[in-house]
Structure formats: C-alpha cells, structure tokens
C-alpha cells in the first residue's frame, strides 16, 4: 500500500500541471480586462476593446444571437462548443464573476490559514439550479428576461460590483493617493478624479448579492456557480456529455482524498471513482494535486462512458464524513424540458425582439406633429405635471422605456463608460422593480453630451443599439418643459439665458412671448432632443427648465441653422 499522504495540506500549487497554470494565467488576464472595462475611470481602455471583451460573455452574447444577429452573437455558440468539447471552461477562465470567486475564496483561506477549499462532498442541489434554469428560461418566453437576467446573469452581477462597489472604491483610493502626491509637492503625479457614487437604493442590490457571492464563494468553493447560476447549470447540462472529461483513473487511485479536498465544485465521488462533470468548473486543480495520476482529463467520446479497465488500486481511505452524492433520478427528465425550454425560450425571445424592433423603427420619424403652440412649442399640450414629475429618461439608442425593462440585464458597463457621468443605475425612478438598477439619465448630475454616443457603442447585449453621431443629433430621449415662474429672469429681474445658451439644437431659444418685456425661454418641442443640457445649465433650485422622459425614442427635426454643441461639462460655469 503506498504511504499515507499528509490530508491536511492539498496544495493544487504542488505539482502544478501546466493545463492548470495556463488555466490560472488565462482566467487572471480575463479579469483584469473586465476589471479594467469596468473601473477606468480615466477612460484609457478603448471603448470597442470594451464591448468586443464583455460582448463574448455568455448572456449579452445569446441576447445578441437572439435580437440582431452579428459578429459578437457567435460567442455564445463558441462557448457552447467549447462547454461540450472541453467542459465549462467558461466558467474556469472567461466568466469573471467565476474567477471573483476563486479569488475571494483564495483570500479567505489566507485569512483564515486554511487551505482555500477541503471541503466534502456534496450532492448537487439539483431541484434548486433547474428550478433557477427552467424560471429563468419562462421569464424569457414571457418577455421579463431582462428582469431575470438582471439578476442572475452572471457577467451582469460582476459588471455591477465592478462598477457600483469596486470603482467607488478605486477613485477614493486614486484620491488618497492624489493628496499625498499634492502634499509630497507633485501635484501633477496623481490627478484627483470625480465619480459620483450610485443612490444608496441602487447600491443596495448589488452589495447585497456581492455579500452573498462572498459568503458562498468563502464557505463552498463555486456553490453560486452551481446552484444559483442558469448559465452554469445551462453548461453544466452540455458539458455532462463533454467530449474531453476529467475522470477518476481507478486503476490509479489510491483514494488519498486530495483531489477532492482541492476541488472548488465538491463535485468529486471518490467512493464511487466518479466525477459530476455538470458541476465540475474545468478548473484542473484536482489534476494538479494528485500524485498518483489518477485524475485524469481524457476522451470520453460522443456517448461512451470508458472507465479504465481494471480493479481499484487500493481501498477508500475517505473519511466517512465525506458524503457519497446519490445519482439524480430525474436528471434525464428534467434535461428533455430544460433543452425544449431552452429552444422555445430562445425562438420566443427573437420574435418578440423582431417585434420590438419592426414597432420602434415605425415608430422612428414620429416627431411632434401640428401647428404652434404656447411656450412650449407647435403640436404638443403643455403638461405641468412634467415638471414636478418628469418621466425617467432612457439612453440613446435605447429606443424605448420597455426595452430597457425587457432586454437590459443592467450590467452598467454603459454607467461606467459614460464621460459625462450623465448615467446611473436607477433604484425606482423606472416605476418598478424591473427597472432596479438599469440605466437612467440624471441631468442634476450632467447632460448627455450632443456627439457623444459611447453608451451604444459599449453595450454588449444589444439593448443600446449603435447610434451614428448624425442619428444622434435628433433621436429625442425626453422633452425640456419650462417652468417660467421659476427662472430667475421673471423670479428675481436677473439676466439669465444659460439653458438656450446651452441647448445644442436651437429648439429653446430666448424670446419675449407677446405683452412681455423680458426674452424668457421657450422650447420648440420639434427641435428638443432632451438632451438635459439646458436643465444642467439652469442654476436656479428647483430648476426652472426640467426634462421629461418619452416612453419610444423619436426623431426630432434638424434646425437649418444648427447651433454649435457644448461638448463636455466643463463648458458649465455651474
Ligand atoms: S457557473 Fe455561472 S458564475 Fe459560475 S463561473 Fe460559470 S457562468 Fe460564471
Ligand atoms: S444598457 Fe447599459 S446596463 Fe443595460 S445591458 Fe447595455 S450596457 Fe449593460
Ligand atoms: S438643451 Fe437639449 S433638452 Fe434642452 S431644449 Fe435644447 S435640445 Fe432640448
């Protein structure tokens, strides 16, 4: 019988294969990418390096497939591929909410100075991650899978901790740094930046959910990525039957135990020499730790099953406080509905999206239509409940209200890459709970700037389409309503003018209405874009000019004589 190892210290570093090291070097890289995508808060990463890295995450990617098929949507069918060759290298390498974990459970291990896994067997909590699979999928096929996603897809919960919690952190950390520098004489070393924080209400989820994730990843290793995760239980349904599988070598095992107190997943059954392969995470590091050889990763074939032949070399030396996970009796059912589920889901989800798209591209050209009206412009009744309830502003290339709340997953990477900061998740300014966290423009905080169109063109799953900079002159987000009794021209007799000075269409202009002596704002609806920079401008509290949200996008009517655009809030003197 061969000696005893010591069970107490599996390291996966020793004997480290160099699957795992390529594994660890790759998965390292992948987060510091999308670690970079979403903290730049200097804007140095490229916006299209942005969006080609987070477009080729699982969910934005199928989104993409489904809605408007092109380059980006292969992804998905690329993981897919690679899921049932390889198993879920997707969740070892290119996830980074997957990677986080790894990362979180490292560090407590280090604090707690015990090795980062050593945990026991476990039986997989199948009811629960199909249950998550099979609702998600429904709420797809219902038309709510941005609500779902929003919540479980896994790119989406990383792109809000990285966005909402880590880059927070990130810029107090540079201003810290900024002010040593300053008080070290090299104020030029460390520039101070200025990122605002998301309202407590749309901090909230995310920090709760990253709590979550902490906890799990610290106590169980990948227990979020299999049993919370659809996309971790949709590969793990492909990757059951993968080709290339890691599997117990019986006829080299000594049943030491140490692959499974190396595995993150607890998916090993070293009493049964067999491996779930639906919850193994292609990580390698059970490879690394054994000694003996007796993991393996080899050829299983399209439907065979090959053990080596031959008798176990030795037997179990398992603890018997390691559990023997029993085989699930339903898994064949339940796989038959999950992939007819999956195809309906997928086939739903394009019609409705193909439907979405044919009702906002007729809806595009319907600008205000009649003859004039007062202050306000021709066509449109003047509602002064707009100003004291201005309806939530969608971004650009948004098109409407409803596909925010049915596609966007609300991963923020827009928020993040918005420079003029104009974008911030919302907590319940949508009017409900499908709109927690979803982007919204806040034009308190700054406006959307007249050429800039970086929120389309880093949106990875397609909710914001690409907007050209002339299409974006007139896609109107909202419409400017003037309060007159508040503009300090008629409050307090002062010379004012910031909001028409500001407007980079010419629909608000300075002119005196009939019987009055002063020039007063007035918006030409026809013209407005609402682009919130004469709400911006205006420097009276409660503002005297206020956007008003559109529920679809439209388009807005070119002047002849185009004003020049403010092109960043540093144009403001307020
Ligand atoms: S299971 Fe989900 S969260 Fe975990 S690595 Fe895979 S995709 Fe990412
Ligand atoms: S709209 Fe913004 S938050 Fe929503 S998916 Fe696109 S980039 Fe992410
Ligand atoms: S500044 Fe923008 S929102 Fe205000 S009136 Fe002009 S176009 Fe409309």
Known sequence: MPPRKNAKSPSPAKGSSTLRRLRVVAASACLLIALAALIDFRDIVPNHLKHVFTSIQFVPSAITFVTAFHATALACLLILALTFAFGRVYCSVICPLGILQDVISRISAKIRRKPPYK????????????????????????????????????????????????????????????????ALGHPAAIPQVNVS?????????????????????????????????????????????????????????????????????????????????????????????????????????????????????TASRIPNSIARPPPDANRRAFISTATFGALTAIGATALSASRDLAQNGAQQGTGPKGPGQHGQGRGRKRDFSKLDNPGVVAPPGAQSVARILSQCTACQLCVSACPSH??????????????????????????????????????????????????????????????????????????????????????????????????????????????????????????????????????????VQEQVAPTTTDDFAF
């Not at 929003?150 to 950390?173: E, H, I, K, M, Q």
């Open 197 to 313: 924080f998301a309202a407590a209400g749309a901090l909230l989820p995310p920090l709760l959910i990253f709590i979550a994730v902490a906890i799990m990843a610290s106590v169980r290793g990948r227990l979020w990525c299999n049993t919370v995760c659809p996309v971790g239980t949709l590969l793990g349904l492909v990757s059951r039957r993968a080709l290339w599988r890691i599997s117990i070598d019986k006829t080299a095992c000594v049943k030491c135990g140490d692959c499974l107190r190396a595995c993150k997943a607890q998916c090993i059954d070293l009493r049964a020499g067999e491996i779930d392969f639906s919850r193994c995470v292609a990580c390698y590091d059970c490879i690394s730790v054994c000694d003996e050889g007796g993991v393996k990763y080899r050829w299983h074939g399209v439907s065979a099953r090959r053990e080596p032949k031959g008798a176990p070399k």
């Open 422 to 559: 104009v974008l911030e998740p919302a907590f319940l300014e949508y009017g409900n709970l499908a709109g927690l966290m979803k982007p919204r423009l806040n034009f308190d905080k700054s406006f959307c700037n007249f050429d800039c169109t970086v929120c389309s063109d880093v949106c990875p799953d397609g909710t914001i389409l690409p907007l050209a900079r002339d299409a974006k002159h007139t896609t109107r987000i909202g419409l400017a309503y003037t309060a007159h009794p508040r503009c300090i021209i008629l409050k307090d007799g002062t010379a004012c003018g910031a909001c028409a000075e500001h407007c980079p269409t010419g629909a608000l202009q300075m002119k005196k209405p009939p019987g009055h002596a002063e020039a007063v704002p007035l918006v030409d609806p026809h013209y407005c874009i609402g682009c919130g920079a004469c709400q911006y401008a205006c420097p009276v509290t409660p503002k005297a000019i206020v956007i008003s949200g559109i529920e679809k996008h439209e388009t807005a009517e070119k002047l």
């Open 119 to 182: 945990l026991p067997a476990k039986k997989a909590h199948n009811t629960l991650r199909h249950a998550i699979l099979a609702v998600t999928l429904l709420a797809i096929v219902a038309g709510w899978g941005g609500v779902a996603l929003a919540w479980l897809d896994p790119y989406s919960n990383f792109g809000r901790f990285a966005s909402t919690l880590f880059r927070p952190l990130a810029v107090v950390a540079n201003n810290i740094a900024a002010t040593i520098a300053t």
